[in-house]
T-cell receptor, first 116, second 111 residues
Framework: ETGVTQTPRHLVMGMTNKKSLKCEQH?????MYWYKQSAKKPLELMFV???????ENNSVPSRFSPECPNSSHLFLHLHTLQPEDSALYLC???????????????FGPGTRLTVL | TQLLEQSPQFLSIQEGENLTVYCNSS?????LQWYRQEPGEGPVLLVT?????EVKKLKRLTFQFGDARKDSSLHITAAQPGDTGLYLC???????????FGKGTRLHILP
């Protein structure tokens, strides 16, 4: 138990569906992250939020839409996805980096997404 | 783009054997992290190394950061089935340097 929870754990959706992934952290952290983990690629950083503000969008297609209503919750809204978007989507949180120090990230268990 | 190359990609060995996996790059890192990810779970941080030549031990796991801070190794002594998982190395992160992961080494320890 890392203090970061994700729901649902598994999701199957069609290409025309709209769904949302939810992440919640109970660690009092200020930064939250979405990652995509595919079978043949390194773990890819998608979005970063610091103090509810998006500070990084790593060239993610607009069919993925993040939302961070507060420092404890992070959502990833999905619409008109493609089969190649099937992957494990991981959420992480951290205290939020100060310059010169390493900021440890704590990961949730992930949502296994399958797009048909 | 700073790439992290991990080797081997896959490793399957018998319980009780020793093993070493590697993480290499052409760039210098301010810090490097090792994670283990078990099936159905997210990665869990094992260690952060910061100083060139640094060696850290975590029970049967020994982590070393290269003198030039471009590479790192993870050595496991007397491997156990519980060591099975995906071992990821990652550069950073800090405010000035976003995190980048290697593809990982998938380790399977046979009982």
């Amino acid at each position: 138990e890392t203090g970061v929870t994700q729901t649902p754990r598994h999701l199957v959706m069609g290409m025309t569906n709209k769904k949302s992934l939810k992440c919640e952290q109970h660690l009092g952290h200020n930064a939250m992250y979405w990652y995509k983990q595919s079978a043949k690629k390194p773990l890819e950083l998608m979005f970063v939020y610091n103090f509810k503000e998006q500070t990084e969008n790593n060239s993610v297609p607009s069919r993925f839409s993040p939302e961070c209503p507060n420092s404890s919750h992070l959502f990833l809204h999905l619409h008109t996805l493609q089969p190649e978007d099937s992957a494990l989507y991981l959420c992480a949180s951290s205290r939020g980096a100060t310059s010169g120090t390493t900021d440890t990230q704590y990961f949730g268990p992930g949502t296994r997404l399958t797009v048909l | 783009t700073q790439l992290l190359e991990q080797s081997p990609q896959f490793l399957s060995i018998q319980e009780g054997e020793n093993l070493t996996v590697y993480c290499n790059s052409s760039s210098v890192f301010s810090s490097l992290q090792w994670y283990r990810q078990e099936p159905g779970e997210g990665p869990v941080l094992l260690v952060t190394v910061v100083t060139g030549g640094e060696v850290k031990k975590l029970k049967r796991l020994t982590f070393q950061f290269g003198d030039a801070r471009k590479d790192s190794s993870l050595h496991i002594t007397a491997a156990q089935p519980g060591d099975t998982g995906l071992y990821l190395c990652a550069k950073g992160p800090n405010r000035d340097d976003k995190i980048i992961f290697g593809k990982g080494t998938r380790l399977h320890i046979l009982p």
